[in-house]
Nanobody, 123 residues
Framework: QVKLVEAGGALVQPGESLKLSCAGS????????VAWFRQSPAKAREFVAS????????DYADSLKGRFTISRDNGKNTVWLQINDLRPDDTATYFC????????????????WGQGTQVTVSS
């Protein structure tokens, strides 16, 4: 099993950037494809981005392409989510999710979740 811990969320102003991290422990993160999801009280859970086991392939929600970048370093057991030009509607709790058998999607998330990190965008 892998344990996931997110970090990097903060209160920021519109236009600023953040880099969220998802650190794995226990079983090595290289055995898992990883995705980021986000959820706010007013919205259903939303897929943000995913990355394959060794980082060769990434995927993004269409509405978020261009501002979000997912990356990973298996040597550091960490996946990151870079968010640029933050907007108020990016406000949400961001969760990382790992799956060993398939790339996590909104319909079929992986078995392992972190506790989430809060991103708040407000002037």
């Amino acid at each position: 099993q892998v344990k996931l811990v997110e970090a990097g969320g903060a209160l920021v102003q519109p236009g600023e950037s953040l880099k969220l991290s998802c650190a794995g422990s226990g079983r090595a993160l290289r055995y898992y494809a990883v995705a980021w999801f986000r959820q706010s009280p007013a919205k259903a859970r939303e897929f943000v981005a995913s990355i394959t086991w060794h980082g060769q392939v990434t995927d993004y929600a269409d509405s978020l392409k261009g501002r979000f970048t997912i990356s990973r370093d298996n040597g550091k057991n960490t996946v990151w989510l870079q968010i640029n030009d933050l907007r108020p509607d990016d406000t949400a709790t961001y969760f990382c999710n790992a799956g060993s058998e398939q790339i996590p999607t909104l319909a079929t998330p992986g078995d392992y979740w972190g506790q989430g990190t809060q991103v708040t965008v407000s002037s």
